[in-house]
């Protein structure tokens, strides 16, 4: 792990540890102690959510002008803060050895990162909204149109995100996209790996994983000498990265009624409790 994106992990607050009882639900619909706010990156929390802000309205108007109006708050954020900056020039170097025709990226995060890297290599962007619309912006982003129209049969995306998981988003949503154009996602960029077995997903469907961090004891080991996490924060982690299946099992197992209470309360946290028991993980 490079020392430079460490340090900027903790100075952004891009990595959170939850308090003692109160797990974070991962996209997944799993369950874990800690937390990894990538776009945070971005330069700070208030500065990653009013571009989040810009990014749904973005997507809510006219999305042949999407790529246009988000890029617009990326390049001014990349010519003013000194971490994004930074970021991103060591995504952008290890993208230029990759080979690829075109970039994609998935609503909402993966913007922070990808458009970024398709304009400063000069290469078409494709947005993928959560409704799996797609739209194409041109090299230079000039123009848009329907991806389906931008004759990409045939050719090789490079899918950048924020952060794999599990690859969940990947498998649902964001390969299916690009092979819906007749194109093949042929790699991947991502700020974090969590070491969650995406890596393998990914490879298993053909598709190299790069990224600048994993996600390994050690930085929580760090995160604890500087008293940035606690002892029983530690432990927590500790035991997840062993077993994260036991970790969500002795959880569930000691407060019984989480799931439905999660589900009462709507929203995202009834989306992912309920495909937590769709998929069977309230009884690994």
């Given at each position: 792990?490079?020392?430079?994106?460490?340090?900027?992990?903790?100075?952004?607050?891009?990595?959170?540890?939850?308090?003692?009882?109160?797990?974070?639900?991962?996209?997944?619909?799993?369950?874990g102690?800690?937390?990894?706010?990538?776009?945070f990156?971005?330069?700070?929390?208030?500065?990653?959510?009013?571009?989040?802000?810009t990014?749904?309205?973005?997507?809510?108007?006219?999305?042949l002008?999407?790529?246009?109006?988000?890029?617009?708050?990326?390049?001014?954020?990349?010519?003013?803060?000194?971490?994004?900056?930074?970021?991103?020039?060591?995504m952008?170097?290890?993208?230029?050895?990759?080979?690829?025709?075109?970039?994609?990226?998935?609503?909402?995060?993966?913007?922070?990162?990808?458009?970024?890297?398709?304009?400063?290599?000069?290469?078409?962007?494709?947005?993928?909204?959560?409704?799996?619309?797609?739209?194409?912006?041109?090299?230079?982003?000039?123009?848009?149109?329907?991806?389906?129209?931008?004759?990409?049969?045939?050719?090789?995306?490079?899918?950048?995100?924020?952060?794999?998981?599990?690859?969940?988003?990947?498998?649902?949503?964001?390969?299916?996209?690009?092979?819906?154009?007749?194109?093949?996602?042929?790699?991947?960029?991502?700020?974090?790996?969590?070491?969650?077995?995406?890596?393998?997903?990914?490879?298993?469907?053909?598709?190299p994983?790069?990224?600048?961090?994993?996600?390994?004891?050690?930085?929580?080991?760090?995160?604890?000498?500087?008293?940035?996490v606690?002892?029983?924060?530690?432990?927590?982690?500790?035991?997840?990265?062993?077993?994260?299946?036991?970790?969500?099992?002795?959880?569930?197992?000691?407060?019984?009624?989480?799931?439905?209470?999660?589900?009462?309360?709507?929203?995202?946290?009834?989306?992912?409790?309920?495909?937590?028991?769709?998929?069977?993980?309230?009884?690994?």
């Amino acid at each position: 792990m490079g020392d430079s994106v460490l340090t900027w992990l903790f100075e952004t607050k891009a990595v959170r540890v939850c308090p003692e009882g109160a797990p974070f639900w991962y996209t997944s619909g799993k369950l874990g102690p800690f937390y990894i706010n990538t776009h945070f990156l971005y330069g700070s929390q208030q500065e990653a959510e009013a571009l989040l802000d810009t990014i749904e309205q973005a997507a809510a108007g006219d999305r042949l002008l999407f790529g246009r109006t988000v890029l617009q708050a990326v390049r001014a954020q990349y010519a003013k803060n000194e971490i994004y900056h930074g970021l991103m020039d060591l995504m952008i170097e290890r993208a230029r050895g990759m080979a690829f025709d075109f970039v994609s990226g998935g609503e909402r995060r993966d913007f922070f990162f990808s458009l970024l890297i398709a304009d400063r290599l000069g290469k078409p962007h494709v947005s993928i909204f959560k409704d799996l619309q797609t739209v194409c912006d041109e090299a230079g982003f000039e123009s848009a149109c329907p991806a389906s129209q931008a004759g990409l049969a045939g050719k090789r995306a490079l899918h950048v995100a924020d952060l794999v998981t599990e690859a969940s988003s990947y498998v649902r949503a964001w390969i299916p996209a690009v092979e819906a154009l007749g194109a093949k996602i042929g790699c991947s960029l991502a700020v974090v790996d969590r070491d969650q077995g995406g890596r393998e997903v990914l490879a298993e469907a053909g598709i190299p994983l790069t990224t600048l961090v994993k996600i390994e004891p050690s930085l929580f080991e760090t995160a604890r000498a500087l008293g940035v996490v606690t002892d029983e924060q530690l432990a927590m982690v500790r035991s997840f990265m062993q077993d994260p299946n036991g970790f969500m099992h002795a959880f569930l197992s000691a407060h019984p009624t989480f799931l439905q209470e999660q589900i009462a309360l709507g929203g995202k946290a009834k989306e992912r409790a309920e495909r937590c028991i769709e998929k069977g993980f309230d009884r690994l």
